[in-house]
């Protein structure tokens, strides 16, 4: 199965700073990455999908890139509401599976 | 609007069988691909299942091939995990989710339920 590997672990960061989280993939899911987003005892929502494709109603100040192995979120601008967990999920092969996971935290 | 509501999660013993429901509404539940997810307490997610709108072909993660089951009821709008031999490391509040795609499943999830947690222990 392809596993993701998600850096860093944690970010602390404050409100108005850039996020820049990365997610690695064991070998190439060409571009059908997507990004979730998860609050504390809330179902994760879906953010970008096909590498840089934003879901409908996400907010522009997020966005995706990469391709093969390497795919970036970005998050420019940290609303209060941003700080979350954040997961890679890869469609290329089955079985789907998921990264581990980046906490966005207040610094 | 759109709501999926799991249900049939609880406290089993190692080896003993459960199954999970997810009763759809708010959209046409006949023509979404369906998944099951799961998050063990303070983990991350994992992907466990999914099945194809029509019910015809199905996938699962490794570690639960073999054991568990999805299915669907399409007349009741239902969605089902069918739990075997349950082992410890399946311990985990468990999503149902709808697939992204109409018809013609994309892999990627867009709406979810709240979840039913299922612990298994002795």
């Known amino acids: 199965e392809i596993v993701l590997t998600q850096t860093p672990a944690t970010l602390s960061l404050s409100p108005g700073a850039r996020a820049t989280l990365s997610c690695r993939a064991s070998?190439?899911?060409?571009?059908?990455l997507a990004w979730y987003q998860q609050k504390p005892g809330q179902a994760p929502r879906l953010l970008i999908y096909d590498a840089s494709h934003r879901a409908t109603g996400i907010p522009a100040r997020f966005s995706g890139n990469g391709s093969g192995t390497d795919f970036t979120l970005t998050i420019s601008s940290l609303e209060p509401e941003d700080f979350a967990v954040y997961y890679c999920q890869q469609r290329n092969n089955w079985p789907l599976t998921f990264g581990g996971g980046t906490k966005v935290d207040i610094k | 609007q759109l709501q999926m509501v799991e249900s049939g999660g609880g406290v089993v013993q190692p080896g003993r069988s459960l199954r999970l429901s997810c009763a759809a509404s708010?959209?046409?539940?006949?023509?979404?691909?369906m998944h099951w997810v799961r998050q063990a307490p303070g983990k991350g997610l994992e992907w466990v299942a999914i099945i194809s709108y029509d019910g015809s072909t199905t996938f699962y993660t490794d570690s639960v091939k073999g054991r568990f089951t999805i299915s669907r009821d399409t007349s009741k709008s239902t969605l089902y995990l069918h739990m075997n031999s349950l082992r410890t490391e399946d311990t985990a509040l468990y999503y149902c989710a709808r697939d992204e795609g109409y018809y013609e499943s994309t892999g990627y999830v867009d709406s979810w339920g709240q979840g039913t947690l299922v612990i298994v222990s002795s």
């Open positions: 708010g959209f046409t539940f006949s023509r979404y691909a």
């Open positions: 070998q190439s899911v060409t571009s059908y």
